[in-house]
């Protein structure tokens, strides 16, 4: 059984790689080149030239307008394509800066607030990477920078005396309850 080939793909193909004339000097050509935040468009005379231009767009253009209201500013909130992904943002940025991520869930409190144990004016709340690990940190961040990577429990260190435990999942006893300052970490009795 033999198959034709469609030599129509093969000049499709050519012509994509056609070079386009450098923007910048007008004497090179813009050449598909690798780095580390993947392939773009750059002048074949680097580094006389230093032109580059993104293959991919992830400025925060707008993939779609969701008809809903900014909760902060009551402008309509757009659904965005950005450098980490997508994200929801308010339609009058930049005097609005709401953004939120379109897998937020509404959080759901179920213990006190935990006072920061380093600034002490702070509370530490739950907060996802943006590879969705989940870890915990002050609020006042960036002024104040404490994060630890288990739920926090309020209370004292009986050892050291920091004023944050957190909660560590074993799997023969259940919970156990240990200290939250880095140099401690004893389980608390």
């Not at 308010?90 to 759901?108: G, H, L, Q, R, W």
């Not at 074993?170 to 009795?189: L, N, W």
């Amino acid at each position: 059984m033999s198959r034709k080939i469609d030599h129509q793909l093969f000049s499709a193909h050519e012509h994509a790689l056609e070079s386009e004339p450098c923007p910048q000097c007008d004497v090179g050509e813009l050449h598909i080149k690798n780095g580390k935040h993947g392939p773009f468009l750059g002048c074949n005379r680097y580094p006389e030239c230093d032109y580059i231009k993104p293959l991919h767009q992830n400025d925060g253009h707008i993939v779609k307008a969701l008809g809903v209201a900014c909760p902060e500013c009551g402008d309509e909130l757009l659904l965005r394509q950005g450098r980490y992904g997508m994200f929801i943002g308010c339609s009058a940025y930049p005097t609005c800066s709401f953004i939120e991520s379109p897998s937020a869930n509404p959080v759901v409190e179920t213990q006190d607030k935990v006072a920061c144990p380093e600034c002490g004016s702070g509370h530490i709340k739950e907060r996802k990477t943006r590879f969705g690990k989940v870890f915990y940190a002050c609020d006042n961040y960036p002024q104040c920078k404490f994060s630890i990577n288990r739920p926090p429990i309020a209370g004292q260190c009986q050892f050291c005396g920091f004023g944050l435990l957190m909660e560590k999942k074993s799997s023969p006893s259940g919970v156990i309850i240990e200290c939250a300052a880095r140099g401690c970490h004893k389980v608390q009795e």
